[in-house]
């Protein structure tokens, strides 16, 4: 079966960054261009392409929509929308922006019943889940950080037919010292579509998120600075 890889681009102002304990950071790759990253992405074999609107995670407003407009209209490639995402115009705006898929916010997690409209609304394919994890509990980044049970809310979310999830290991993201397999695997378990992000690195991090049980990867600074062979790599995903 093939797994699916997503080469990641954060957003903050317009411009690439990074998600750092001080909050969005500004990121020097590609002389913060999202567009030329995309491209390069895209080249390298990327169907689909995570985008973060860190601002709006951050501040609540949609900063970055045309950014994600014009990596939308590149030929080949699908983007999937996130950051901060809790509300039906949230939804709305990502899907004007022409994002094929939107991922809700850990940060939405508090309001079961929100939730369950939110993903009752979206089209067939098209929402997905956050899941932030740290410590073993969902702990979400952003404006409006909340902590809750992991176990009982995947229950939840599997009762409303959250249809896939996008784990994060948060105390791995941006440190490239590998995934968390057993959160991976805890995550996996619930039997709801996974997919994992967070410390991913090489061709054997990929291996073992799928081993683990997860359908594909959310891949950042390996894939942003090169650490990661995109092509080789999307070489695998497909076998």
């Known amino acids: 079966m093939p797994f699916s ?5 954060d957003l903050t102002g317009g411009a690439l960054g990074v998600f750092t304990s001080a909050g969005p950071m500004p990121l020097d790759a590609y002389g913060g261009d999202p567009i030329a990253a995309a491209n390069v992405f895209r080249a390298a074999g990327a169907r689909w392409i ?15 929509l045309d950014i994600v407009r014009a990596i939308a209209k590149l030929d080949g490639v699908r983007v999937q929308a996130s950051g ?14 022409g994002a094929g898929r939107i991922v809700l916010s850990s940060a939405a997690l508090d309001d079961a019943g929100a939730v369950e409209a939110l993903l009752g609304n979206g089209r067939p394919g ?18 409006d950080p909340l902590e809750l049970d992991l176990m009982a809310t995947l229950g939840w ?16 993201v941006g440190t490239g010292t590998g995934p968390d397999i057993e959160v991976i695997r805890r995550v996996s378990r619930s039997g709801i579509e996974t ?45």
Do not use: C, K
Request: proline share 2%; aromatic share 4%.
């Open 50 to 64: 995570h985008v973060v609107d860190m601002d709006l995670a951050f501040t609540g407003e949609a900063r970055n």
């Open 5 to 9: 890889l997503l080469p990641a681009i």
């Open 157 to 172: 979310l599997r009762a409303v037919g959250a249809p896939s999830l996008l784990v994060t290991a948060v105390a791995r």
């Open 84 to 97: 901060g995402v809790r509300t039906q115009e949230h939804v709305e705006a990502f899907r004007a922006a």
């Open 126 to 143: 098209e929402m997905a889940v956050a899941i932030e994890v740290d410590a073993g509990r969902i702990r979400s980044r952003g404006a």
């Open 195 to 239: 997919l994992a992000a967070g410390g991913i690195v090489s061709l054997d991090d990929l291996r073992s998120v799928r081993a683990a049980g997860a359908v594909g990867a959310v891949v950042g600074r390996a894939a942003i600075e090169g650490a990661l062979d995109l092509a080789a790599a999307f070489a695998w995903a497909e076998v």
